[in-house]
């Protein structure tokens, strides 16, 4: 049967700011500027701003804007980083790419993310830092992981490439720990059109360690200070992602209300056998709406069936990917592992009309009498 709701339709997304987009583009094209720039710099202002941060630097994508910031904090050889066992594999790269050892530590039913609970036991005399990861768009319990890093002098890096806005604990995420990094990827909740990311942080001295990391190593042209990477942002995305910025507080709001509609439907259901992942007290900005089934297959199949495109965030954790196994597929994430084996992800793009809204919610409803 032909999807009736897309899980993604990126197309759509865009089309409100296609004629703005349009005239930005063409100002870039005829302003002769294509890498940094008085764009860019805008860019890094607005978002700077709309996180309450001092700082915020353009960088290239989510990946490089975490490798960056583990440079930025001289974190290399022979440091571990503690990182959730759950999450896209790019944190664990991060961690990776500049030879520092990853530390799993596994997540919190309630949410999905690093249970704070198992941090302290992993801490050794090598812990550099911890990388929580505020997946879904639902923040990792900063205050509680703060209080652990502060106790033992430890650096937080927050993964927040999807919880762009998300102010579960009271700031915006990724302006709690030392540096907060942010994927700008087409399908994130603030999105271009294109590979983008940024960091931000209150500390001025990182930031610029970042933008010369970022820059070859180079502030000065033809001086390269240390062995950097070419990650910069361009005038265009910039433009892209300043308009779209403008409208994030509306597009927070709009997926709220089609998780508030999707939550009601899931509570209808007796005995529930699809649950939302997120616990009630917990109300992010909502990049992905997470529902567990042990039943997955029927009940994409049922989704499939009328209509609605679901998809799997992530189906296998990092430590069993082909690349970690070797080194991590022994350790035990149990509540990792069962995520990945029970997560489903439905459609949430703010452009769904209430149509849209109410197909996959009878969907829902109808999935009980497909069981019996
Ligand atoms: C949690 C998380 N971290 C990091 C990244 C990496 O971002 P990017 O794809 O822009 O490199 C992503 C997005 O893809 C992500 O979801």
């Given at each position: 049967m032909m999807s009736k709701v897309k899980f993604l339709d990126l197309k759509r997304l865009n089309a409100p700011y296609a004629a703005a987009f349009t005239e930005a583009a063409n100002s870039a094209i005829s302003s002769?500027?294509?890498?940094?720039?008085e764009t860019v710099r805008q860019f890094e202002l607005d978002f700077a701003s709309f996180c309450g941060a001092r700082e915020c630097v353009a960088v290239g994508n989510g990946l490089d804007a975490l490798i960056l910031s583990l440079r930025a904090l001289m974190i290399g050889p022979g440091d571990e980083v503690i990182v959730p066992g759950?999450?896209?594999i790019a944190t664990w790269l991060a961690v990776s790419q500049v030879g520092a050892t990853i530390v799993p530590v596994d997540v919190d039913q309630a949410t999905g993310n690093i249970d704070v609970r198992l941090i302290r036991s992993v801490i050794?005399?090598?812990?550099?830092a911890i990388i929580p990861v505020h997946l879904y768009g639902t923040s990792a319990d900063l205050p509680q992981i703060l209080e652990i890093a502060k106790a033992h002098n430890i650096y937080v890096v927050e993964d927040a490439a999807q919880a762009h806005g998300d102010t579960t604990f009271g700031q915006a995420a990724g302006n709690y720990g030392h540096i907060g990094c942010f994927s700008f990827y087409?399908?994130?909740?603030?999105?271009?059109?294109g590979d983008s990311g940024g960091i931000i942080t209150q500390d001025k001295r990182l930031a610029d360690r970042v933008r010369e990391l970022a820059n070859y190593g180079s502030i000065e042209k033809y001086v390269h200070n240390e062995k950097g990477l070419n990650s910069r942002m361009d005038p265009i995305q910039a433009s892209f992602l300043s308009i779209k910025l403008t409208y994030l507080p509306s597009i927070i709001k709009k997926r709220k209300a089609i998780a508030a509609s999707y939550t009601e439907a899931l509570l209808k259901q007796s005995p529930s056998r699809v649950k939302r992942l997120l616990q009630e007290q917990y109300d992010g900005v909502w990049h992905n709406f997470v529902v567990l089934t042990d039943h997955r297959v029927s009940f994409m199949e049922h989704m499939q069936s009328k209509g609605i495109e679901t998809a799997i965030h992530?189906?296998?954790v990092p430590s069993k990917q082909p690349c970690y196994a070797d080194d991590y597929?022994?350790?035990?994430?149990p509540v990792s592992e069962q995520l990945c084996a029970s997560v489903v992800s439905l459609p949430i793009g703010e452009y769904l009309g209430a149509d849209e809204v109410k197909a996959v919610c009878d969907a829902l409803l109808t999935y009980m009498g497909c069981h019996e």
């Open positions: 002769g500027v294509y890498i940094g720039g759950h999450t896209f050794t005399s090598r812990t550099r087409p399908s994130k909740n603030l999105g271009a059109l992530y189906p296998k597929g022994h350790i035990a994430l």
